[in-house]
């Protein structure tokens, strides 16, 4: 018997059977109903979207770990997981083609290929690609990265092609696929931007608040608490057909946790996402910590914190809406999704709980004081950034020290 | 990270962070404790404990019999080692030991007839005798922790007049998996348990006694407690099902709520913790004048046929066990302990010790591969010690040690949670165990070349 081969190895001889890829592939999967929904309420571009994306970042992985002949990871579903981000945090309409588009293409090769860059195809390709090669490959692959792939993917797709990206939406009232009659299915603002430029021209008086503009009886100095009510039913008057709803907030609501209305694939259906976020959370994949102090935060501040929406009036506090901030943009997403990447996120509990604050307080101030309507992609890539700082300050104390001996007994 | 286990037994005490890997016991747990066959020839190494190898004093052709000393202590942290059979010393070999150097052996061939030594396994009346002839005795007795650390015990029952022990722990958590040798003795031993404890109680002049079980042994539980009863002194404690609350500082803390404080000792916090199977020894030592030449040893895993808990004299060749037990074809892997914290062996070619709690044979064996840290922070929420094992595992394998030194690195109690719970796979404890022999070395080096510099003043 003493010739059996045996291997020596350090202890532990067992192991708990939790590995990389199960965590990646089963994370995927808890999101996969979400990116459904999308395609449901969506339609095609949706899906189009995400093979591209998906399909951008799998490739690139594997490529860029070919070039370096490094172990190909595609296996372990990171950059599925990236792509699938990426893909629900920008707007499906990028690959919609206008009317025009559709008018011109004739079947021959030049007028596809065309059609490829009239579509923005490789828009979202080159967003997959930049995710994968320079926010994560570049770092030394997975584990090494600062910023999470996908949103450092998003914000590079938000800077190098601005209008595409933040300007077309897909308008949900319009939306009827297939056999899509109606072409103008994209609306210019998401919900959050709208309310966002309601309020800018309030202040300034313009618009429909303009002294004597025909939508408005009333003075322009009206009673600031009013006037912002008075823009929460504008919001849900532009936005929504729907007699019912618009009569009745709380089906407005419903429809925003549902997923029925514009905005990218990853703000809809926020109930999926929050299901999802509490699976993960029981699978232990992630931390409760960030998404319940992140949104907290976010929408206590995006609740209280001061808006002059009168011009000439002193700032209004306490005047936004909770529910609203909860379920409008991608918070539900970024904070159950993206903020708790292990990758990118602080290591200890404490740090963990500074980091959601963090994320939550940024998000808060670029939505009520930013340039933007929707502040979570750039709130965590702040706080990514800040991560190995929070970890130097939230070392836990060592076993054995730092403890006075009177508290020992 | 409370789990609900034995719940009708109430809130139950234990320490933060570890974890819950399946026990195993299942295996070993029903099989009442066996003599080992006694072998033809032992081989009792003289290095067999933490501190300082033995001096043997035997020579071959010498004849010796069952706890004759064959090798004597070699400092105060040392404990010497006896015959443990009777026989003939056939002399002295090197062989290789547990942690792969060789070691010399003292060989004694078995003359079958098993007599004792003089005065040996004979009743003492020790009512009268003093804490030191206690100690006197523990350790001519050769006792060493017999819980895995070999640590001298006579060493722990000597704690400075400054730090008096206010709380004696028998440690029956018994908390790797697989190993159910401290479970077994439990069950059939309780009496020699509760006297060794008595004993224990008067060295080191102290007068409360908690003797820990977890919870998946709630018959070793109400066994002991049946013995208990009426006793002022002693009680029993349920405690709850985690790896590593059988580790000391772990179980100081979990059943007084104390950490011994970095460096230190558990006699820093007022605490001796000593093993059942240590404590069982104690009272054999003292009370019956037996030293230490047998142990208890669970002989157990996926690769062994029949596992089995084992009686077996010291310097055993493990062979002879598993011949009794049968070892299945193709078993990857050979441990001497249990899988969080034994130690693999390339061969079966060595003896039971007195740190020989467990032999383990598994079907499984690790790939080795892993990849980088995807900071999931299991391990550090798992990390009893509250340390950051990914960093420490990310410095030693960049060669920084001075960095993992700054980061703690010496406090690990090498538990093996951290890589237990690790997706990436990472080797976080032989990184660790790395860090820690170079830091050694580097002290080691520093001490020698201050020296050589004073040596030339
Ligand atoms: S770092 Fe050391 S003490 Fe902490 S879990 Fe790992 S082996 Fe155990
Ligand atoms: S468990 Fe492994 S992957 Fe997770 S933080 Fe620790 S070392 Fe890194």
């Known amino acids: 018997m003493s010739e059996t081969k045996f291997t020596v190895s350090t202890s532990p001889h067992i192991r708990d059977g939790e590995n990389i890829p199960r965590i990646m592939w089963r994370v995927n999967l808890v999101l996969a109903p979400a990116a459904i929904i999308g395609i449901i309420f969506f339609g095609w571009p949706a899906a189009v979207m995400l093979a591209l994306c998906i399909g951008g970042s799998v490739g690139a992985e594997a490529l860029i770990r070919k070039l370096v002949r490094k172990k190909v990871t595609v296996g372990d579903g990171s950059a599925f997981l990236t792509g699938l981000l990426l893909a629900m945090c920008v707007s499906p309409m990028?690959?919609?083609?206008?009317?025009?588009?559709?008018?011109?293409?004739?079947?021959?090769?030049?007028?596809?290929?065309?059609?490829?860059?009239a579509m923005n195809l490789y828009v979202p390709l080159l967003g997959a690609f930049f995710a994968i090669a320079f926010a994560k490959q570049m770092f030394g692959g997975l584990g090494n990265n600062i910023w999470n792939p996908a949103l450092a993917g998003r914000a590079f797709m938000l800077a190098a092609y601005a209008l595409l990206v933040t300007g077309v939406w897909p308008n949900i009232e319009k939306i009827k696929y297939p056999g899509r009659e109606e072409v103008a299915a994209t609306t210019g603002a998401t919900i959050r931007a709208e309310r966002k430029k309601l309020i800018a021209l309030s202040r300034a008086g313009e618009g429909p608040f303009a002294p004597g503009a025909a939508a408005r009886?009333?003075?322009?100095?009206?009673?600031?608490?009013?006037?912002?009510?008075?823009?929460?039913?504008?919001?849900?008057?532009?936005?929504?057909?729907?007699?019912?709803?618009?009569?009745?907030k709380w089906l407005w609501y419903g429809r925003l946790l549902i997923g029925y209305r514009d905005g990218s694939l990853g703000e809809t259906c926020g109930l999926w996402l929050i299901i999802g976020g509490i699976i993960l959370i029981a699978l232990r994949y992630i931390d409760w910590r960030i998404p319940v102090f992140f949104i907290g935060t976010a929408v206590f501040l995006g609740w209280l914190l001061p808006v002059r929406v009168v011009g000439g009036t002193s700032p209004l506090w306490m005047a936004g809406d909770p529910l609203f901030e909860l379920l409008s943009g991608g918070l539900l997403l970024g904070a159950f999704f993206m903020a708790t990447d292990m990758v990118t996120s602080p290591i200890t509990k404490k740090g963990k709980v500074i980091f959601g604050v963090g994320c939550g307080l940024l998000t808060a101030l670029i939505r009520v004081y930013g340039g933007y309507p929707e502040g979570v992609c750039y709130a965590i890539l702040l706080m990514n950034t800040a991560v190995p700082l929070i970890d130097r300050f939230t070392r836990p104390r060592v076993f054995g020290t730092g403890l006075e001996p009177s508290k020992q007994t | 990270m409370a789990h609900a286990v034995a719940k009708s037994y109430g809130t139950l005490k234990t320490f933060p962070g570890?974890?819950?890997?399946?026990?195993?016991?299942?295996?070993?747990?029903?099989?009442?404790?066996?003599?080992?066959?006694?072998?033809?020839?032992?081989?009792?190494?003289?290095s067999q404990h933490i501190g300082a190898p033995c001096k043997p004093v035997v020579e071959k052709g010498d004849t010796v019999r069952m706890g004759q000393v064959v090798g004597e202590?070699?400092?105060f942290v040392s404990a010497p080692v006896h015959a443990s059979v009777s026989g003939t010393v056939a002399g002295i070999e090197e062989r290789i030991h547990i942690f792969g150097a060789k070691v010399p052996c003292?060989?004694?061939?078995?003359?079958?007839?098993?007599?004792?030594?003089?005065?040996?396994?004979?009743?003492?009346?020790?009512?009268?005798?003093?804490?030191?002839?206690?100690?006197?005795?523990?350790?001519?007795?050769?006792?060493?922790?017999?819980?895995?650390?070999?640590?001298?015990?006579?060493?722990?029952?000597?704690?400075?007049?400054?730090?008096?022990?206010?709380?004696?722990?028998?440690?029956?958590?018994?908390?790797?998996p697989?190993?159910?040798?401290?479970?077994?003795?439990?069950?059939?031993?309780?009496?020699?348990?509760?006297?060794?404890?008595?004993?224990?109680?008067?060295?080191?002049?102290?007068?409360?006694?908690?003797?820990?079980?977890?919870?998946?042994?709630?018959?070793?539980?109400?066994?002991?407690?049946?013995?208990v009863s009426g006793h002022d002194k002693i009680s029993v404690e349920m405690l709850e099902v985690k790896y590593p609350q059988g580790a000391e500082k772990q179980l100081i803390k979990a059943l007084l709520g104390r950490e011994v404080p970095s460096g230190g000792l558990p006699m820093d916090v007022g605490a001796l913790v000593s093993n059942v199977g240590t404590t069982a020894a104690v009272y054999d030592a003292v009370a019956l004048n037996k030293p230490l030449i047998e142990r208890l040893c669970t002989v157990t895993g996926e690769g062994v046929e029949r596992p089995s808990n084992f009686l077996a004299r010291i310097g055993t060749p493990l062979t002879v066990l598993l011949e009794k037990t049968g070892m299945r074809p193709g078993a990857k892997k050979f441990i001497l302990g249990g899988p969080m914290m034994g130690l693999a062996q390339f061969t079966t070619d060595?003896?039971?010790?007195?740190?020989?709690?467990?032999?383990?044979?598994?079907?499984?064996?690790?790939?080795?591969?892993?990849?980088?840290?995807?900071?999931?922070?299991?391990?550090?929420?798992?990390?009893?010690?509250?340390?950051?094992?990914?960093?420490?595992?990310?410095?030693?394998?960049?060669?920084?040690?001075?960095?993992?030194?700054?980061?703690?690195?010496?406090?690990?109690?090498?538990c093996g949670v951290c890589a237990y719970v690790c997706p990436a796979r990472r080797p976080i404890v032989h990184l660790i165990k790395l860090a820690k022999a170079e830091l050694l070395r580097m002290k080691k080096e520093f001490e020698a070349k201050k020296k050589a510099a004073e040596a030339k003043e």
């Open chain 1, 217 to 248: 009886e009333e003075d322009a100095k009206a009673d600031p608490t009013e006037r912002m009510k008075e823009i929460d039913s504008m919001v849900i008057e532009r936005k929504v057909a729907d007699p019912k709803v618009k009569q009745n």
């Open chain 1, 94 to 117: 990028i690959v919609y083609p206008s009317s025009a588009v559709v008018q011109r293409y004739t079947p021959s090769l030049g007028s596809a290929i065309a059609t490829v860059f």
């Open chain 2, 106 to 176: 003292v060989v004694i061939d078995n003359d079958g007839r098993d007599q004792w030594f003089e005065g040996c396994n004979q009743p003492v009346d020790y009512s009268d005798w003093d804490h030191d002839a206690i100690r006197g005795k523990v350790r001519q007795a050769g006792l060493a922790g017999m819980g895995g650390a070999t640590f001298p015990t006579h060493v722990k029952f000597s704690p400075p007049p400054e730090k008096p022990i206010d709380t004696v722990i028998i440690n029956g958590v018994e908390c790797e």
């Open chain 2, 18 to 46: 570890g974890v819950h890997p399946s026990d195993r016991k299942e295996l070993s747990r029903d099989c009442p404790i066996e003599d080992a066959p006694i072998p033809e020839r032992v081989y009792i190494p003289l």
């Open chain 2, 178 to 227: 697989y190993l159910t040798c401290d479970y077994r003795l439990m069950l059939e031993s309780p009496q020699r348990i509760i006297d060794g404890a008595e004993i224990i109680l008067r060295a080191v002049r102290c007068n409360r006694c908690i003797i820990a079980v977890e919870a998946n042994k709630p018959d070793a539980y109400e066994v002991m407690r049946e013995y």
């Open chain 2, 73 to 75: 202590a070699g400092g």
């Open chain 2, 350 to 414: 060595l003896v039971v010790i007195k740190g020989t709690s467990g032999v383990l044979v598994l079907m499984e064996a690790d790939s080795g591969e892993y990849e980088n840290c995807i900071r999931c922070g299991r391990c550090v929420d798992a990390c009893p010690t509250y340390l950051i094992p990914s960093e420490l595992s990310i410095l030693a394998e960049a060669g920084e040690w001075e960095a993992a030194k700054e980061k703690n690195v010496l406090d690990c109690i090498e």
